[in-house]
């Protein structure tokens, strides 16, 4: 596992770099679904969307079913008439809801003619239907779009981003838009001729023009040039962004806060001085405020900027907490949508890993209600961050707030039954926050409360669930399984334990030590 995986969760008060249980795996899958984000890659097939001047000209009456042959014998042509007709014709084929010609149109060389046509200053409407055209061809394939940024498109769109005809700007932000969303190369390559600057100067122009389309287009792009990793994008260019950003995340309009807060999301998916970077632009009172909303494709992205927050520090965290965090992600954890409830149960598994305080503050939010509601009842994903926040807490609390929790809420059975859960990792987690809830128990030298604990499993039928992981196929999982029995449960007469020792592990001494569990106990 790579250090950066490593290092994006939070440190331990016990140990830094084993004791607390991390989430890499869990990151990767709530990062790596594309249909969760918003779009890469946008068409313009709608001309009625388009509020520009040139929807007059976009209704000139072309050639009724023009040949291909016939279009680029216009485009070719010396009269910008006969270019325009010949654009536009092309224009609208690449336009086609189902089944645009890109290929076709590319064999036949529209991607250097397009290009020569974002230059012709003194025809601004052809400037706008090459940049349409253009704008299609690179919301196709990685192939298709590498024909755009290989006839040096890029260069041009990144000058008609200060047009000053505002329909051709904004075509070029859509045309820079999609070829960002191609990946972390061509997403640099934007950046490195200086878009950053043409978007700012842009986003202030447009702050006296008030154009809702620019302004969706614009925070579009920028949430492209914010995403991806492998590389990430230079910080230093994109936290320039930071301050428009976060006034953008004040706006009302549903789609320009859904990208904003992608944006954000993207930004503050790395280390800790990125998240400080991103409170410090004083966006986390509003993003808290955001998880209130009624819009999903909203809170999403909010509380997956939030998620990442409370990965850093304590003192990240704690500014999530001060701002009212707690009480909006107990709401979350009773959402119907199960992509909300599973992030939310995430982020309350981070702030979990913290310290004895923000513990405190999850007990003294009642957030413990929702979260044993969410382990017995709620889907498989959020049920297994629910655990993980369970275990974190194991880890990270200390005894007198472990009792608390297991005797009010009455946690253990809802814990204990992810014991027959088909994914090993899961069992994996419980079995590591059943095995700290006893080292815990033992470190307080309360035999009592070790017995009664042992007691209390068993009647939760988790002692069976034990001794049905001694067969399991995961050796990891029949090892913690083994040790739990053979170290709690084996003097217990009530219990009749059935140790099941497998040959090939039958000379292991299943140790503190074996366990990559400190011989002295855990530390509070």
Same mark, same amino acid.
């Given at each position: 596992m790579?250090?950066?995986r490593?290092?994006?969760?939070?440190?331990?008060?016990?140990?830094?770099n084993?004791?607390?249980?991390?989430?890499h795996?869990v990151t990767?899958e709530?990062?790596k679904?594309?249909?969760?984000d918003?779009?890469l890659?946008r068409?313009n097939?709608?001309?009625?969307d388009?509020t520009?001047?040139?929807?007059?000209l976009?209704?000139v009456?072309?050639p009724?079913?023009p040949?291909v042959e016939?279009?680029?014998d216009?485009?070719?042509?010396?009269d910008?008439a006969?270019?325009y007709a010949?654009?536009?014709?092309a224009?609208?084929?690449?336009s086609?809801e189902r089944?645009p010609?890109?290929?076709?149109?590319?064999?036949?060389?529209?991607?250097?003619i397009?290009?020569?046509f974002l230059?012709?200053?003194?025809y601004?409407?052809?400037?706008f239907?090459?940049a349409w055209a253009?704008?299609n061809?690179?919301?196709?394939?990685s192939?298709?779009?590498g024909?755009v940024?290989?006839?040096?498109? @890029? !260069?041009?769109? +990144?000058? $008609?981003l200060q047009?000053?005809y505002?329909?051709?700007?904004?075509? #070029?932000?859509?045309a820079l *838009?999609n070829?960002?969303g191609?990946g972390?190369?061509a997403?640099d390559?934007?950046?490195?001729?200086n878009?950053?600057?043409g978007?700012l100067?842009?986003?202030d122009r447009?702050?006296?023009l008030?154009?809702?389309?620019?302004e969706?287009n614009?925070v579009?792009?920028?949430?492209?040039?914010?995403r991806?990793?492998s590389?990430?994008?230079?910080f230093?260019?994109i936290?320039?962004?930071?301050?428009a950003?976060?006034?953008?995340?004040w706006?009302?309009?549903?789609?320009?806060?859904t990208?904003t807060?992608?944006?954000?999301?993207?930004l503050?998916?790395?280390?800790e001085s990125?998240?400080?970077a991103?409170i410090?632009?004083?966006? @986390? !009172?509003?993003? +808290?405020? $955001?998880?209130?909303?009624?819009?999903p494709?909203v809170?999403?992205? #909010?509380?997956?900027t939030i *998620?990442?927050?409370?990965?850093?520090t304590d003192?990240q965290?704690d500014?999530i907490i001060?701002?009212?965090?707690?009480?909006?992600l107990?709401?979350?954890?009773?959402?119907?949508?199960?992509n909300?409830v599973?992030e939310?149960?995430?982020?309350?598994?981070?702030?979990?890993?913290?310290?004895?305080?923000?513990?405190q503050d999850?007990?003294d939010?009642?957030?413990?209600?929702e979260l044993?509601d969410?382990?017995q009842?709620?889907?498989f994903?959020?049920?297994?961050e629910a655990?993980?926040a369970?275990?974190n807490?194991?880890?990270?609390?200390?005894y007198?707030q472990?009792?608390?929790i297991i005797?009010?809420y009455?946690?253990?059975?809802?814990f204990?039954?992810?014991?027959?859960?088909?994914?090993p990792r899961?069992?994996i987690v419980v079995?590591?926050g059943?095995m700290?809830?006893?080292?815990m128990?033992?470190?307080?030298?309360?035999?009592?409360d070790?017995?009664?604990l042992?007691?209390?499993?068993e009647?939760?039928g988790g002692l069976d669930k034990?001794e049905?992981?001694?067969?399991?196929?995961?050796?990891?999982?029949y090892?913690?399984?083994?040790?739990?029995?053979?170290?709690?449960f084996s003097?217990n007469?009530?219990a009749e334990?059935?140790?099941i020792?497998r040959?090939t592990?039958?000379?292991?001494?299943?140790t503190?030590?074996k366990?990559?569990?400190?011989?002295?106990?855990f530390t509070?």
């Open positions: 790579s250090l950066n490593l290092n994006s969760y939070k440190t331990n008060t016990i140990d830094t084993e004791s607390r249980l991390r989430r795996e990767v709530l990062r679904s594309k249909k969760e918003h779009l890659k068409r097939i709608n001309e009625e388009v520009s001047p040139i929807k007059v976009s209704k009456a072309s009724p079913g040949s016939h279009i680029f216009s485009m070719r042509s010396v910008p006969r270019q010949g654009l536009l014709a224009r609208k084929l690449l086609d089944h010609p890109i290929d076709l149109m590319i064999d036949n060389g529209i991607v250097p397009c290009v020569q230059q012709t200053v003194r601004p409407h052809i400037q239907e090459a253009l704008t061809i690179a919301s196709g394939t192939e298709q779009t024909y940024i290989a006839s040096n498109a @890029v !260069p041009h769109f +990144v000058k $008609l047009s000053e505002i329909y051709v700007a904004e075509q #070029a932000v859509w *838009g070829i960002a191609d972390p190369t997403r390559f934007i950046i490195e001729h878009a950053i600057d978007i100067r842009l986003l447009n702050s006296t008030a154009s809702l389309s620019l969706r614009l579009w792009l920028m949430s492209n040039l914010c991806n990793k590389p990430l994008p230079p230093k260019e936290k320039r962004l930071l301050p950003l976060s006034k953008l995340l706006g009302f309009d549903a789609q320009v806060i990208d807060c992608w944006a954000l999301s993207y503050s998916d790395d280390n990125k998240i400080q991103v410090d632009a004083d966006t @986390v !009172p509003r993003l +808290v405020s $955001l998880l209130d909303t009624d819009h494709n809170i999403v992205p #909010a509380l997956r *998620g990442n927050i409370v990965t850093g003192q965290t500014i001060a701002a009212g965090g707690l009480q909006r107990k709401k979350l954890l009773k959402y119907s949508n199960h909300i599973k939310s149960a995430w982020t309350v598994s981070n702030i979990m890993a913290g310290s004895a305080k923000q513990i999850v007990i939010a009642d957030i413990f209600v044993c969410v382990l009842n709620g889907d994903k959020s049920q297994k655990a993980y369970v275990s807490m194991t880890t990270s609390g200390t007198e472990l009792v608390h005797e009010k009455q946690i253990l059975k809802p204990c039954d992810l014991l027959e859960a088909k994914d899961t069992i079995l590591t059943l700290q809830i006893f080292a128990t033992d470190v307080q030298n309360a035999v009592g070790t017995e009664r042992c007691v209390m499993i009647e939760t034990l049905n992981l001694q067969r399991h196929e995961n050796e990891e999982i090892k913690k399984a083994y040790f739990l029995l053979d170290t709690y003097e007469e009530k334990v059935k140790l020792p040959q592990h039958a000379a292991l001494e299943f503190m030590e366990l990559d569990i400190p011989k002295d106990g509070f």
